[in-house]
């Protein structure tokens, strides 16, 4: 009997233990969880204003909400606007200004938008009015990405994703016309 009550008590230890661990491991991952879901609230408040506030053409609006380091970039672009990477808080909002400066209208329909973490994705249809010279405009429909990244609660990264060959095509069409 008495070896049967040190089995019994050998395994309890045992199960003890397992359930000790169970329990930290339990208690760690509702912590990471907090977080998680702390950081993506962030993400989602601070991503969503800076959002707006880039299809209203609001630059000074965005620029409190930009991290002293935000890079922004439209690698899609690249070989239509010379789409280069732009790092700065100063820079970021100096190019906005003065590359935008054409831009009239910039109008979106929501496809889906993700927040995890610290990133914001927007999917969206633009519309933009676009100034081509004194007398035209031209309006163009793309489907674009925007991804924001939150560092702190500030837009550290911005990078923009588009189907230029929507913007090619519709250029050239209305030009001509």
């Known amino acids: 009997m008495r070896g049967l009550a040190k089995k019994i008590n050998k395994f309890l230890k045992k199960e003890i233990v397992i359930i000790t661990l169970l329990f930290f491991v339990s208690i760690m991952n509702a912590q990471d969880n907090n977080e998680f879901n702390k950081r993506t609230a962030l993400t989602n408040e601070v991503a969503t204003k800076y959002f707006k506030a880039y299809m209203g053409l609001q630059f000074d609006v965005m620029k409190p909400m930009m991290h002293e380091a935000i890079s922004f970039e439209d690698p899609t672009a690249k070989l239509i606007f010379d789409g280069k990477i732009i790092e700065g808080k100063q820079q970021v909002y100096e190019n ?47 489907p674009l990405i925007v991804v924001l990244t939150i560092e702190n609660g500030k837009v550290v990264k911005h990078r923009d994703y588009g189907d230029y060959n929507y913007f090619v095509k519709q250029y050239n069409e209305q030009i001509k016309s």
Do not use: C, H, P
């Open 96 to 142: 906005f200004k003065v590359a935008y400066a054409s831009i009239l209208e910039m109008k979106q329909k929501s496809v889906r938008t993700i927040f995890s973490s610290d990133t914001g994705i927007f999917e969206i249809n633009l519309t933009w009015k676009l100034k081509v010279s004194e007398t035209k405009t031209i309006r163009i429909k793309m």
